[in-house]
Structures are given as C-alpha cells and as structure tokens.
C-alpha cells in the first residue's frame, strides 16, 4: 500500500508509542522468570502456505522441549493478507505478534518504521559469519540487522517430464525456445505448454531481468521500469499469451496456476521451492519422478529470477522480546533448517546446512541451491514492497490484452516515482 509522508510519519510515531508501551528501553529481562529462565508467550505470525504449515507449526510449538516455561502461540497468516496486516498489528500495537516470518522485501519497510527490533549483537555477528551473504543482506536496513534469514529461494521452470517428452522437446532453454516448444505440446496433447501467473508482478521480474533491465536502480535512485528493456519485457509478457504459448489468469492467479500444472492442462509453470510439496500432490505427480525443474527460460539479454525468500523478525513493542529472539535463532538454527528442506525442499539460509545429508541428498535443493547463487538480489529498500501493486495492475494488464506494453511501463513508471520522491 502506498504511504504518503506525512502517513508514514504518523504510522513511525504510533510504532514508536507502541514500543514504549511494551518494551520499553529493556533489551532482554521481559520473558524471563526470577531465576533468568525464559518464560511466557511468544505469538508468531507464520506466512507460510497450506503444505507448508503444519510443518512449520509442529517445529515452532517444539521450542517448548528447550524452554518449557514458554508457551508458542502459532497463527497463520495467509501471505496475501499479511504486509497489511502486520503493519496495522504494529502500529496499533494491539494484539500485535512477537515475531513475525516477513517477506525479504518487507524488511526493510517494517524497519524504517520503527517496527522491529533490533537483531542482538552476538546473532547479528553469526548471521554475517554463518548465513549465505545473500540471504543476510536482506535483513539488513541502515548497517543495522533487523531480521534473521529462515529460507531462502527463487523462480524455476516446473514441467511435465512425460508431456515435454510425449511432445518431443527438451525443456526449454529461452523463451524462444518455449514458443517453438508450445506449437508441439498443443499439436501432441492439445494442452498448453505454459501457465503464466498474469496476476502477480513478482512474476514479472524474470521477464524483465530477462531482458538486461531491472523495476529501479537504488544506487542511482533512478526508475527503470520504463525504459527499454522495461517495455520489451511488458511486450514478452503479452506475446506469451496472444501467441498461445501460455495461458493465464487475471485472479486467484497461484491456485489456477498449481490447479493447470498438477492436473496436466499446462506442461510447464514459473514457481519456486515452496510449491513443491503441493506439486507432489497432484494427479500428474504421484510419480515425485515426472517432476521436472530448470532454469527460468532466458530473455533477449539473459536468464534471471529474482532473490526471495523470509526472513524473521522481532516487534520492537514485545513484552516478551528475550524469549523472542531466543525463538527467531531456534527456527533459523541448522537442525530446523535442516528439517525443513527434508520435509518441504526449503532451501536452507545457513551455509553449513547444505553439507548434511539430508540436505545434499534432495533433488530440489540441489537445483535451487545453484539457482538461488545466481538469482538477482533485488533493491533492499523501504519501498520495495509498495512497488509491486502498482507494478501488478500495469502487468495484468499488459498480460491480459487490457492495455498496450508501452502505457503499461510508462503507467508504472509514473506510479513508481509518486512512491519513490525525488527519484528519476
């Protein structure tokens, strides 16, 4: 949601009544008992989808066998609703969680606002020394480290291996490729060779890396997404679907998505990591082997997929903060990370994860791990977040036919620079 200055002043000064009201100046003694143990409630907001949940709500309340004396309250928090949610949560400070599972690009947002406490020094040293220099840099606002890195991810191609193989294609490499590919699946199975999520800009962001550009460039505060490469990417997004090498959906775009893939009405779709214990569910999947991952098909310039994943972090108004933190280092600790790519193929955060077994040994980690390494790291600015609505209404347009490729960069180029002033 787009802020205004002078909101955005307001919302840091409720943030920062809210922190005087729960914590106070006390960096550590809430949520101890009289003999220094921890003790109390710690509520997480969990934004983790539907396969996912369970997992990680079995893993959060099992904090207990280390603390008994403090108690986890779990809440999941459907991702659609959650930026807005917190924020609201945070500024009020009623009602609002302990410890938040915030998007990478949320942090620094969350951050600026007074909302999150800082990171104890001891973790921030291990989170520089001990996590991936990628995955640590997006907990990171003004030098300061607000939020510890739970996983780490990005885009891959999911396909068919049985329908690209019945059709006679390799997955493909370009999007050029995919288009040839296309003309085969359809004329071999009648199915789409492609869902393209024309719902959610994130999925943008291959396409217009894909051709050489980028939403803004930070260094310079200039916006971007106008530019050349900005427009090819709107045009590509376009010529997808005209051309009848993907489908697409202006809503509910990630339920349609999986629903096309997991039955066989698309060969291939854009996800990440996350979506493959939903994939395994489906009819087309109950062989985990028919599951196939690549890169995400290259542009006119190049391949790229963005840099996601979650990090967690602590409100700055908690009563509880010291079994808080406590809590952020167990669910960001190896073993659980080592879990979770057991159970859920989440790329781990922590480098030393990826030399356990249980790690190495899962095909999914062991394509996304070298993705993730080449993924684009995007802009880590308060900002980020509120860049991709606008983004989102211009895509989905261009997408659908609604608007040309050209009015849907230049639209998003005027909506991005009301948010980001001063900007070029």
């Not at 003309?183 to 999520?197: C, D, N």
């Not at 050349?228 to 997808?240: C, H, I, N, Q, S």
């Not at 977040?385 to 639209?411: I, Q, R």
Request: net charge negative; aromatic share 8%; with cysteine.
């Amino acid at each position: 949601m787009r802020r205004g200055i002078a909101a955005t002043a307001l919302v840091a000064a409720l943030a920062l009544a809210a922190t005087a009201c729960g914590g106070g100046d006390d960096k550590g003694d809430g949520g101890t008992d009289a003999g220094g143990e921890l003790s109390g409630t710690v509520t997480w907001w969990d934004t983790s989808n539907d396969a996912e949940k369970a997992s990680f709500q079995k893993i959060a309340e099992a904090f207990t066998a280390k603390h008994p004396k403090v108690t986890v309250k779990y809440v999941n928090v459907p991702y659609g609703d959650a930026q807005n949610k917190v924020k609201n949560a945070f500024s009020s400070g009623s009602d609002a969680p302990d410890v938040i599972r915030a998007d990478v690009g949320w942090v620094a947002d969350f951050a600026s606002l007074g909302y999150l406490d800082e990171v104890p020094a001891d973790t921030a040293k291990k989170v520089d020394a001990e996590f991936l220099p990628q995955a640590a840099a997006s907990g990171k606002y003004e030098g300061k480290t607000y939020a510890v890195p739970q996983v780490i991810d990005t885009l891959g191609l999911f396909y068919n291996k049985k329908m690209l193989a019945d059709a006679g294609v390799q997955p493909p490499k370009t999007l050029a490729e995919l288009k040839t590919a296309a003309e085969a699946i359809k004329a071999k199975t009648g199915k789409a060779a492609l869902y393209l999520r024309g719902d959610d800009s994130y999925w943008f962001l291959p396409l217009i890396y894909g051709e050489g550009g980028d939403l803004v460039d930070a260094k310079n505060k200039t916006v971007t997404v106008d530019n050349e490469a900005g427009v090819k990417a709107f045009r590509t997004a376009r010529d997808l679907v005209a051309s009848g090498a993907a489908i697409t959906n202006s809503t509910d775009g990630y339920t349609n998505m999986q629903t096309a893939f997991k039955t066989g009405e698309a060969a291939m779709m854009i996800n990440g990591p996350w979506a493959v214990a939903d994939t395994y569910a489906g009819d087309q999947f109950k062989d985990k082997a028919n599951l196939g991952i690549a890169a995400v098909p290259a542009g006119s310039a190049k391949a790229g997929a963005p840099q996601g994943g979650h990090d967690l972090g602590v409100y700055a108004g908690s009563k509880n903060r010291a079994a808080a933190h406590a809590f952020v280092e167990y669910m960001t600790s190896q073993e659980v990370q080592v879990q979770s790519a057991k159970e859920l193929s989440l790329l781990p955060t922590r480098t030393a994860a990826y030399e356990q077994p249980d790690v190495k040994s899962s095909e999914m980690v062991a394509f996304f791990k070298p993705a993730v390494d080449k993924a684009v790291e995007r802009a880590w600015i308060p900002e980020n977040g509120s860049l991709f609505e606008p983004l989102k209404v211009e895509y989905t347009k261009a997408v659908t036919g609604a608007s040309s490729p050209e009015d849907a960069a230049k639209a998003a180029g005027v909506e991005f620079r009301k948010i980001l002033k001063g900007w070029k």
